[in-house]
């Protein structure tokens, strides 16, 4: 009977042994404590009935490390089970296996949570560039590298990129990373920021991004901005390319913002300079100027007569004689005297009278005439270039 009590007692023993011991199996990663380090091995406790060996080629791939400039006695470390009993019955790990294991979980959940991870461009290849994540090679496609258009690779090897990732597949060791997908997020909250603040009559700095035949825009930190042609000078412009370039800092009005449609609308034109503030100090209805031809409609010529100011010419208002368009009279680039027939100060409109401007001068000139030397003005005038 005491015999029996002593076996019971043992087994108990044994028991609460058994189920203080870690439950270990190979292939798994578990924690343990460095008790013992040399220069070809570590010691490591894991909790189970025997402690584990982690040789030196499981701990780092440089020959050359000292391990015992890498941890110390009761680091806490990750280790992978690579065979529960050698010849010797001990639990062979490896720090190596553990270490690969963890990063691919953690870029795994990574994934899953589209958490943000940031990473060093190492090289370029075929498509892309290339970033290693430790020791895992990501691929990031030039496509991926940033919202806008990329010209040239060279300019991101050796830069720091926050990324996100979108593709994962660890059994093909497939790791694809953007750096637009970022930009995009960021992007969307600058703008809605953006749209928060900025008003019509606002003046604001930002730099031309892109040029069109129909204007220019310029990005303001949270948005792109429009400058229609029409706004970009006083003076009629043809190519945007002749007022600003990709690149140039400018400092613009706002017109309009659409925050439903997140489109704001600028002017390079600066309010405080513009020309048709004066225009009814300046000139009066019936004034005689002189002008260029700046362009040629099917009723008529725009000709300006000042920076910023030009007015309409009606075909009707060419000539005396009936014309059939207005190349019959005038050119682009004429130089041409005119004649103030109307002034609308607030449509910035004026109209103007080729043929009454003629008629006039016609009048002034012979009004002197030289009768002893038998010519008159207006004959000196006519063989005259007046610019």
């Known amino acids: 009977m005491e015999h029996d009590n002593e076996l019971n007692l043992m087994q108990d023993v044994i028991d609460d042994i058994d189920s203080s011991m870690t439950n270990v199996k190979v292939g798994d990663v578990v924690k343990g404590k460095v008790i013992s380090i040399t220069d070809k091995e570590i010691i490591v406790n894991i909790g189970y009935i025997t402690d584990g060996i982690v040789k030196k080629s499981e701990i780092t791939k440089a020959c050359n490390l000292n391990i015992k400039d890498i941890f110390e006695i009761n680091d806490e470390i990750d280790v992978y089970v690579l065979k529960m009993r050698d010849e010797d019955g001990n639990v062979l790990l490896s720090k190596i296996e553990a270490d690969k294991i963890l990063r691919w979980n953690k870029l795994k959940s990574n994934f899953e949570n589209g958490t943000y991870i940031k990473v060093t461009v190492n090289e370029i290849v075929k498509g892309g560039v290339i970033a290693y994540l430790n020791d895992i090679r990501a691929f990031i496609p030039a496509s991926q590298l940033s919202a806008k258009y990329v010209d040239d690779l060279k300019e991101f090897v050796g830069k720091d990129l926050e990324v996100k990732i979108i593709e994962f597949d660890e059994e093909k060791n497939r790791v694809i990373l953007s750096r637009k997908e970022v930009e995009k997020i960021e992007i969307e909250r600058k703008r809605k920021k953006f749209l928060n603040i900025i008003k019509a009559g606002q003046k604001v700095k930002g730099k031309v991004d892109k040029l069109t035949k129909f204007g220019a825009f310029v990005d303001l930190g949270g948005i792109d901005g429009l400058i229609h042609i029409s706004e970009l000078s006083w003076n009629r412009v043809k190519n945007p390319g002749d007022v ?126 030289d009768k002893e030397e038998g010519f008159s003005l207006r004959e000196i005038f006519r063989n005259m270039d007046i610019k």
């Open 244 to 369: 600003v370039s990709v690149g140039d800092e400018v400092e613009v009005y706002v017109l309009n913002v659409d925050r439903e449609k997140s489109k704001v609308s600028l002017s390079l034109k600066d309010v405080q300079d513009n020309p048709w503030d004066e225009i009814d100090k300046k000139y009066s209805i019936g004034d005689i100027v002189r002008g260029k031809v700046v362009k040629l409609i099917d009723i008529g010529a725009f000709v300006q007569i000042e920076y910023g100011i030009e007015g309409l010419v009606h075909i009707s208002e060419m000539s005396n004689e009936n014309i059939a368009k207005p190349t019959d009279v005038v050119k682009i680039g004429d130089a041409v005297s005119v004649k103030i027939l109307n002034i609308d100060k607030n449509r910035k409109r004026l109209s103007l009278s080729i043929k009454d401007a003629a008629g006039n001068l016609e009048e002034d000139y012979n009004k002197y005439t």
